[in-house]
């Protein structure tokens, strides 16, 4: 459980900085109360969590031979696709790839915001946040890790060290979202998180032998 928590948790914490749904939550605590951002996001991103680890817990009904050598290949065809792109990466290309990723997160805000009434209560602002990060979560990288993780380790150990990784990055994304993002490399959270797979799928490997 111990080993389940800790991949969920590094995955994660990794992952997330710098994504997407870390840009939405930035931007909705400039606009909302930072609770009630931070309450919607956290909200949305466990909801995910644990339809990811169902899935996983689904997939890992099927025959042992399969699932095992769909998630080492998951695992390290992740790894590589992460690591090409982060060495391929310049100054330009990764100050590129994340106002890209802002401006993608701020479209998704201001639509949002033009179809909720000027005047929000909590409970709008909670639907908001909740919204806009399940809907940017979906299909994505992380998930598609956390389904693999789930469906070869503890899923109780993924479950609580993914969802306390969103935390920590959603709690990083409403308090000092504007200061930080400035300051996060692209390129070595890339390298990071390629290298992380790798280590995943050496592990997956090992267990299966």
């Known amino acids: 459980m111990l080993t389940a928590f800790t991949a969920g948790l590094l995955l994660i914490t990794v992952s997330e900085l710098g994504d997407k749904t870390f ?6 605590a400039m606009r909302h109360s930072r609770r009630l951002v931070f309450i919607g996001v956290v909200a949305a991103l466990a909801a995910m969590t644990i339809l990811s680890v ?27 696709k992460l690591l090409y792109q982060a060495s391929k990466m310049t100054a330009a290309a990764e100050q590129a790839e994340m106002m890209e990723e802002i401006a993608e997160a701020k479209a998704a805000v201001e639509k949002a915001e033009l179809q909720l009434p000027k005047q929000k209560n909590s409970l709008s602002i909670v639907i908001e946040a909740f919204v806009l990060t399940f809907m940017a979560e979906w299909g994505d990288r992380t998930q598609i890790a956390t389904i693999a993780l789930a469906a070869g380790n503890n899923a109780i150990g993924v479950t609580i060290g993914a969802i306390l990784g969103h935390a920590i990055c959603a709690a990083i994304a409403v308090i000092g979202g504007k200061m930080i993002a400035g300051r996060i490399s692209e390129r070595q959270l890339t390298f990071a998180g390629g290298f992380l797979f790798l280590i995943f799928g050496v592990f997956a490997v090992l267990e299966g032998a």
Request: proline share 3%; hydrophobic share 65%.
């Open 23 to 28: 840009f939405i939550a930035m931007i909705l």
């Open 54 to 80: 169902l899935f996983g817990q689904v997939a890992s009904q099927l025959p042992k031979v399969y699932t095992h050598y769909a998630v080492i290949v998951l695992f390290f065809a992740f790894g590589i």
